[in-house]
């Protein structure tokens, strides 16, 4: 149904489209990517800029721009920075951009061409969408390939949480649509340049991992179902994600995943035991 929608539809201009979107983007010291990402961002009707306290020429990249720019103090994830921005989104219609993505030409119409056609039943829409590794795109791996991420949201139609990975549940009542791959629409994220950032941006998310998961109703089920999960999580990576193909980058990352899904589970098992201690209940707190 999406790929009929954006086949039909012929290209509309800013000035004669009903549609409008706002375009979203948090930095921190993002300068480096950040003029790209906002110059693909064209297409979107308002721009926002939420900056974390660069101190590197992120602001002056984002007025530019003429973007709206946020001043937020820092906080470990971007999920936490949405219920404070709330009130500065203008459109219904939200994408939300890292600073280190950039939409294609093509894919900026194809969103466009879609919102102009989408049902009132749909609050989310996923973009084709790339991860690029030491400037190379990844082909295997949890990362690898041609992904469709929810980008775009309708604000009305979604809530939006301060959890990573876990920020934005969509009312019910509401769906999905995603828009196909055809080649050269997509998201090419430019996730990672450098194994140290690789670590440092995941312990990041680690920490936050225990209560986003905890609130999404998992718990920890012991050292027996860690271990499992463990070995699902090697399995995973190696023969679902085709962790074997490619060179050292797929190699290590398969491993790294393995790594992340098992820290997270021992962040779910810290957070779970400290609530337990806080509220004075025992271990087997399952609230």
């Given amino acids: 149904m999406v790929e009929s929608i954006c086949e039909r539809t012929s290209d509309l201009t800013v000035d004669d489209r009903p549609i409008q979107v706002t375009g979203i983007v948090v930095t921190y010291n993002e300068a480096r990517r950040l003029r790209e990402c906002?110059?693909?961002?064209?297409?979107?009707?308002?721009l926002i800029v939420v900056d974390l306290?660069?101190?590197?020429?992120?602001?002056?990249?984002?007025?530019?721009?003429?973007?709206?720019?946020?001043?937020?103090?820092?906080?470990?994830?971007?999920e936490k920075v949405w219920p404070d921005i709330e009130p500065h989104i203008q459109h219904n219609w939200v994408l939300r951009a890292d600073p280190d993505e950039v939409i294609t030409s093509r894919l900026g119409q194809d969103i466009i061409r879609l919102l102009e056609q989408v049902s009132s039943d749909v609050a989310m829409v996923n973009l084709p969408h790339q991860y690029y590794l030491l400037g190379e795109p990844?082909?295997?791996?949890?990362?690898?390939?041609?992904q469709f991420i929810g980008k775009i949201f309708h604000r009305q139609r979604v809530e939006l949480h301060p959890h990573v990975h876990r920020g934005i549940q969509i009312h019910e009542g509401f769906r999905t649509v995603t828009i196909p791959f055809h080649g050269s629409n997509i998201v090419q994220h430019y996730w990672i340049d450098s194994i140290p950032q690789l670590f440092k941006k995941h312990w990041r998310y680690i920490k936050q991992e225990g209560a986003s998961q905890y609130h999404a109703g998992r718990r920890f089920r012991g050292w027996r179902g860690w271990l499992r999960d463990t070995w699902y999580a090697?399995?995973?990576?190696?023969?679902?994600?085709?962790?074997?193909?490619?060179g050292w980058r797929e190699l290590f990352l398969s491993f790294f995943y393995v790594w992340y899904v098992s820290s997270s589970a021992l962040s779910l098992w810290w957070y779970q035991r400290q609530r337990s201690a806080?509220?004075?209940?025992?271990?087997?707190?399952?609230?």
């Fill in 38 to 46: 906002l110059n693909s961002l064209a297409f979107c009707d308002q």
């Fill in 53 to 78: 306290g660069s101190t590197d020429d992120s602001i002056k990249i984002a007025q530019e721009y003429k973007a709206r720019v946020v001043h937020h103090e820092w906080v470990p994830v971007v």
């Fill in 138 to 146: 990844l082909h295997t791996t949890f990362w690898g390939g041609i």
């Fill in 234 to 246: 090697l399995q995973r990576a190696f023969v679902r994600y085709q962790g074997y193909k490619g």
């Fill in 278 to 287: 806080t509220r004075g209940f025992g271990k087997s707190e399952e609230d």
